[in-house]
């Protein structure tokens, strides 16, 4: 079981609808990363989180430290949102070391 | 103006060897790292350098080596190539390396072992 499971792991809407992605872990964290990557593969970098919520755009993420549970949301989804969701955790100590979700892939229907 | 940049994109080569890819970074930033994506699109790190010192080595086959001639380039080559090591493989950097810091990711270079 990895440490970090994201949910689910595909999701198909209709543009305009609310998405909400899920990440859970199981370690000690000192910090939580949400990540993009295009279909053309690059990797973008959208929130870095420790405590409460985040909010870009019509992007938000929340994160819960105690019942170790990230959620990331798009509200009014676009067929531009269509991308892999990663989250990523940091542990609590030591240099910054990513360890991954599987990811989660969104397609955006017009 | 890109901020993390490999070289080279695609890379198609034969069992047993030798390549070498390249990420340099001009964000001016203490820290890099080496990643790869599996087929499954699963990440996972594989090196760090903080002002070209070896931080992060994961269990990594001693067929891959980093090298880092200054801060602002980290370089990866890997001897006599297997075909489990096709694979997406991304360089990042990060100010500090020390926590909680944004990553910015390159581009990614596409390994096919043939």
New interface residues.
């Given amino acids: 079981k990895n440490e970090v499971e994201q949910s689910p792991q595909n999701l198909t809407a209709q543009e305009g609808e609310f998405i909400t992605i899920n990440c859970s872990y199981s370690v000690g964290i000192s910090a939580l990363h949400w990540l993009q990557q295009h279909p053309g593969g690059g990797i973008v970098s959208l929130f870095m989180l420790s405590s409460g919520k985040k909010k870009h755009g019509r992007l938000i993420a929340t994160i819960n430290i105690q019942e170790k549970h990230s959620s990331l949301h798009i509200t009014a989804s676009h067929p531009r949102d269509s991308a892999v969701y990663i989250c990523a955790v940091e542990g609590v100590q030591g240099a910054q070391k990513l360890v991954f979700g599987q990811g989660t892939r969104l397609t955006i229907n017009p | 103006d890109t901020a993390v940049s490999q070289t080279p994109k695609y890379l198609v080569t034969q069992m047993g060897n030798d390549k070498s890819i390249k990420c340099e970074q001009n964000l001016g930033h203490d820290?890099m790292y080496w990643y790869k994506q599996d087929s499954?699109?699963?990440?996972?790190?594989m090196f760090?350098y903080?002002n070209k010192e070896l931080?992060?080595n994961e269990t990594v086959p001693n067929r891959f080596s980093p090298k880092s001639p200054d801060k602002a380039h980290l370089n990866l080559h890997i001897n006599s190539l297997e075909l489990g090591d096709s694979a997406?493989y991304?360089c990042?950097s990060?100010p500090t390396?020390?926590?909680?810091?944004?990553?910015?990711?390159g581009?990614?270079t596409?390994l096919l072992v043939l």
């Fill in positions: 820290t499954k699109k699963f990440l996972k790190i760090s903080n931080i992060i997406v991304f990042a990060s390396g020390v926590g909680g810091e944004t990553q910015y990711f581009p990614g596409r």
